[in-house]
C-alpha cells in the first residue's frame, strides 16, 4: 500500500489504512529519515484510538534511539510545534486528522523550525516508507519515553504577544467552543485568568465531535452563535479538532469568515501594535490584505495553498503575519505554525481594545479600504467534466469574465484570474476527489454572482 502526504501529513480511515501497523511503518520511516537521535516531540488530539496511536510511535521511535516528550493528555498542533522550538527538538509527531470526520486519523511530521513540513520534507518521508521493511524491535528500546504536560506553559509564553494588560483592562463576555477537540481547556482558561466571564461549550472528549464535523464554519457554529445571543456575549470564539484553525462570532451571532477576521487583526496589528514588514497569503486568501498593505507600503506574498508556505515566508521573509482564507493565523515572533489559540486571543485583544463589536469595527475598516466579498463554491463534478475543465483552463486565455477586463493570470497553484477593479477568481482542483474549488472576491455580492454565472457558462457546468 502506498502512503502519501497530503497538504497537512498523511489521513486515512481508522481501521482501513490507519493502521497500528502502519503507524509502525511511516514512524519507522520517520525515524530513518532523521538518521541521528536526538529529542522528538509526540502529540494527539481527541480522535478515537489517538492516544494509544501516539504510544505506538513514540515506543518505535524510542525502539530507534530517539529521546521523546509524550504529550500527558490531548494537545493542540500549535502547542506541539511550540514544544519543538521550546525543547530543542529534531521535530515532532503529531497524531491528528485535524478537521476530517471522525472516522478518519491522521499523522505529521514538524520538523526542526517548528511549522508545517515543506514538499522536500515529506517526498523523503514518502520515499523512506516504500524502503521500510519491518520496524526496530521494541524490546531494543534504547531512548527514553518522558511525560510532556505543556499547558501551563504554553498560557503562560502566550502572554509574550498577547497583550494580557488590555484584555484584564476591559474583561467582557465570550462563549468559547473547542468543538470537542484538543483545544478544551486553553482559550477559556486564558481569558478567565484576564478577569473575563467565559462560558465554554463542547468542552469534552467525544470522537464522534457531536455527530459533526470539528470544523469552525458557519455551518459547524451555529450552536456557539445560540449560546453568544442566548447570553448576552460580546464574542463566541471557536477552534477546530486540532486547535490550529479559528472560528469567530460576533455579538448578535453572524459568523465572521477567515478572510474578514485576517484583514481586522492585520489592521490592528499595524495600527495599534506597531507591526511592519511584509505580509503573507496564499493565493486563495483576500486581496483586503494587500490593501492594507499597499497603505503602509508593505509587501504581499502570495503562495500555494498550504500554510507550509506560510510557514516558509514567515521564517523566512520575516512576515508581520500570514494567513490563509481556511482559517489559519500566525503572527511574527510566534511559530510558524497557524495557531487557532492565539487568533482566538488576538480577536479577543482587538474587541476589548476597540470597545466595539466585530461588525463596528468591520465597518470602519470598509469606509477605509472598500468593501469586499468572498466566497468559495465547491464545484462537484464528475471525473469526465473535471477533465473538461482542466483541459478548458489549460487554454483559456479570456479578455474579460462577467463584463470585467482580465487584468492579469496567476497559475502558481490552480488558475487565477486578477479582474477589473480589484475583483479576481480562482479556480483550483482537488488532487484527491473530483472537485474543483472555485474562489471569487469582489467588492459586492451582485459582482461576485455575475462573475460566477460567467464562469460556470465557460466552463459548461
Not at 482564507?325 to 511559530?335: A, D, R, T, W
Not at 474587541?351 to 466595539?356: K, L, S
Amino acid at each position: 500500500m502506498t502512503i502519501k502526504f497530503g497538504t497537512d501529513g498523511w489521513r486515512a480511515v481508522i481501521a482501513d489504512e490507519f493502521t497500528f501497523s502502519n503507524v509502525r511503518r511511516v514512524t519507522q520511516a520517520i525515524a530513518n529519515y532523521l538518521s541521528t537521535p536526538g529529542k522528538i516531540v509526540v502529540g494527539y488530539d481527541n480522535r478515537f484510538l489517538a492516544p494509544e496511536f501516539a504510544r505506538t510511535a513514540a515506543e518505535v521511535m524510542a525502539a530507534n534511539g530517539f529521546q521523546i516528550h509524550l504529550s500527558v493528555e490531548a494537545v493542540p498542533t500549535p502547542v506541539v510545534a511550540w514544544g519543538v522550538r521550546e525543547l530543542r527538538a529534531l521535530g515532532a509527531i503529531m497524531l491528528t486528522a485535524s478537521h476530517n470526520p471522525p472516522h478518519y486519523a491522521g499523522l505529521k511530521f514538524i520538523p526542526h523550525y517548528a511549522g508545517p513540513a515543506l514538499p522536500d520534507v515529506t517526498s523523503a518521508i514518502e520515499e523512506e516508507i516504500s524502503r521500510v521493511q519491518g520496524v526496530v524491535p521494541l524490546e531494543s528500546l534504547r531512548g527514553e519515553i518522558k511525560a510532556w504536560q505543556p499547558r501551563r506553559d504554553y498560557l503562560d509564553y502566550l502572554k509574550s504577544l498577547i497583550d494580557f494588560s488590555a484584555l484584564r483592562s476591559c474583561p467582557l463576555k465570550a462563549v468559547v467552543d473547542p468543538l470537542y477537540g484538543a483545544g478544551i481547556g486553553y482559550v477559556e482558561e486564558f481569558l478567565q485568568e484576564a478577569g473575563w466571564r467565559v462560558k465554554a461549550i463542547h468542552n469534552w472528549r467525544d470522537p464522534l465531535f457531536g455527530g459533526s464535523l470539528p470544523d469552525p464554519s458557519a455551518r459547524g457554529l451555529q450552536g456557539l452563535s445560540q449560546e453568544v445571543k442566548a447570553t448576552g456575549s460580546h464574542l463566541g470564539l471557536a477552534l477546530d479538532g486540532d486547535a490550529d484553525r479559528f472560528g469567530v462570532v460576533d455579538a448578535d451571532g453572524t459568523y465572521f469568515t477567515a478572510n474578514q477576521v485576517l484583514r481586522l487583526l492585520l489592521e490592528y496589528l499595524v495600527e495599534k501594535r506597531g507591526f511592519r514588514g511584509p505580509v503573507a497569503r496564499t493565493v486563495a486568501t483576500t486581496h483586503g490584505l494587500d490593501r492594507i498593505a499597499s497603505q503602509w507600503g508593505f509587501e504581499v506574498i502570495e503562495t500555494p495553498v498550504g500554510f507550509k508556505y506560510i510557514g516558509q515566508a514567515l521564517r523566512e521573509k520575516g512576515c508581520i503575519l500570514g494567513g490563509e482564507e481556511s482559517g489559519g493565523l500566525s503572527i511574527k515572533g510566534h511559530v510558524p505554525e497557524k495557531d487557532g489559540i492565539l487568533a482566538c486571543l488576538l480577536v479577543a485583544e482587538m474587541r476589548a481594545v476597540e470597545g466595539e463589536d466585530l461588525k463596528g469595527i468591520l465597518g470602519r475598516l470598509e469606509e477605509k479600504y472598500g468593501p469586499l466579498d468572498s466566497r468559495r463554491f465547491d464545484l462537484q463534478l464528475s471525473p469526465a467534466q473535471k477533465a473538461r475543465v482542466l483541459e478548458k483552463l489549460a487554454r483559456w486565455e479570456p479578455s474579460a469574465i462577467g463584463g470585467l477586463a482580465v487584468e492579469g493570470k496567476i497559475t502558481i497553484d490552480g488558475v487565477k484570474f486578477l479582474l477589473q477593479g480589484g475583483s479576481w477568481c480562482l479556480l483550483r482542483p482537488s488532487g484527491t476527489e473530483p472537485v474543483v474549488r472555485l474562489y471569487i472576491e469582489a467588492p459586492e455580492s451582485q459582482v461576485l454572482e455575475r462573475i460566477r454565472q460567467a464562469l460556470m457558462g465557460e466552463l459548461g457546468l
